[in-house]
């Protein structure tokens, strides 16, 4: 079945550094690539997608590629700030998912200090 | 354009009793999906509904979950005689198609169930 592995929390960082979230992926076909960001006590909100290989996805300076020859969609950022503190979650959609759901990964927890 | 709306925000109930889940989708969407998470667990899936249909239940518990979404108003999540080990948030989540690529679901802000 479809599977979404991400490195485990918690990321620290202190505000300006570079991140990298990895992430990697096991499905058939190709799937469509997500990631989402979830601040404190809210619900998700989708960060950034990308649904071929080689494509880019990006948003608010995260950047994000469909690497399918290495099955994975890692999630970086030039210059994090205090305000990108938040759980990220690295999901996929199978095309051969009839029910369309989503399967995410376990969730990375990164924490910028100022 | 209001989001997708859940209430009640936080849930607690008391082991044995019932727990009612609200989901109001986005404005258009006709597609909604309910998802649980555990504490410091990402999202799994539940249950895919379309209006009054059932599409794919497959991440449903057998026994204690329902759901259901009417022709008029919102989704249902129904957990039957709730046991501390459901205490989890519920997110649903609608989008307007299941269309390869595009569909993209949008989240609600999710119901924190806590079971005493």
């Known amino acids: 079945g479809d599977s979404v592995t991400q490195m485990e929390g918690p990321v620290t960082l202190s505000e300006e550094a570079f991140l990298t979230i990895n992430c990697t992926y096991t499905a058939t076909g190709y799937p469509s690539l997500f990631w989402y960001v979830q601040y404190p006590g809210e619900g998700l909100q989708l960060l950034l997608k990308?649904?071929?290989?080689?494509d880019k996805g990006s948003n608010k300076g995260f950047e994000a590629t469909y690497r399918k020859e290495t099955t994975s969609f890692h999630l970086e950022k030039g210059s994090v700030q205090v305000s990108d503190s938040a759980v990220y979650f690295c999901?996929?959609?199978?095309?051969?998912?009839?029910?369309?759901?989503?399967?995410f990964g376990g969730g990375t927890r990164l924490m910028v200090k100022p | 354009n209001a989001g997708v709306m859940q209430n009640p925000r936080h849930l607690v109930r008391r082991r044995g009793q019932e727990a009612r889940l609200r989901c109001s989708p986005m404005k258009g969407h006709s597609h909604v999906y309910w998802y649980r998470q555990l504490p410091e667990e990402g999202l799994k899936f539940m249950v895919y509904l379309q209006k009054e249909n059932i599409i794919d239940e497959s991440g449903m518990p057998k026994e204690r979950f329902s759901a259901e979404f009417p022709k008029e108003g919102p989704s249902i999540l129904r957990i039957q005689q709730v046991v501390r080990g459901d205490s989890a948030a519920y997110f649903c989540?609608?989008?307007?198609?299941?269309?390869?690529?595009?569909?993209?679901?949008?989240f609600g802000p999710g119901t924190r169930l806590t079971v005493l």
């Open positions: 990308a649904t071929k290989a080689d």
């Open positions: 989540a609608s989008s307007t198609s299941m269309s390869g690529g595009a569909g993209e679901q949008f």
């Open positions: 999901a996929l959609r199978s095309p051969d998912n009839a029910g369309n759901m989503l399967t």
